[in-house]
């Protein structure tokens, strides 16, 4: 049983790494600026937490301890913050899925936590433009109004000097957020967006405070 859910991990985590791979060439095309723009990003000893597994093959409770932590400076203070990456050790798309935990300083002395779903997360993912730091998001989508296909949509996000994240697509004019149609293989092209479709991506990638 050992065996197979081992299997099971390191084959999702082939998938993320293959996840993140793709979408970070592909925003190298859309967003030109992100080319050589790999943040300073520092890795963290790997820390225990727990972190409870439900399997329907199974159908039991599996615990098991991993993350994964970055040392890096969010929001350009010059105080490094951290960030620790919690997997949801699922199968399928899920075992791409993450639980993104920011620790970000928030200019007086203390640090401010927000979590935000993500999928296929590494370390390239920050990356630094004209000075500022960003996190590349990427978040799976079921059907939007004009379209009856799965999505991945794209989007930027950053922390001001209290060390609150928010979206920062404007910073890029019209590219953002990018939405392509999902495929086994990759395949991308934008698609229009409603302003119902905005509203939906909006409220399903905002940021928890914590």
Known sequence: MKKNFCALKIAGSVFALM????????????????KAAAA?????????????????TVGGEFRWEYCEGYAIDLNDDGTKDQVFIIPWMGNGLCASGY???FMVSDGAKGRKKTVIEGYGVSKSDFVKVKGKTYFRHSK???HFEKSEHNHWVYQLFSFDKNGVMKCS????????????????????????????????????????AK
């Open 40 to 56: 300073n990003v520092e890795a963290l000893p790997k820390v225990s937490v727990s972190n409870y597994v439900c399997t329907a």
């Open 99 to 101: 639980d993104v935990h």
């Open 140 to 142: 799976f989508f079921e």
């Open 169 to 208: 697509n404007a910073d890029f004019g019209e590219k953002f957020p990018a939405v392509t149609i999902y495929y086994s293989k990759p395949k991308f092209r934008q698609i229009e967006l409603t302003a119902g479709d905005l509203k939906k991506i909006a409220a399903e990638t905002k940021p928890v």
């Open 19 to 34: 996840l993140s791979f793709v979408a970070n060439a592909w925003m190298d095309q859309w967003a030109p600026e992100f």
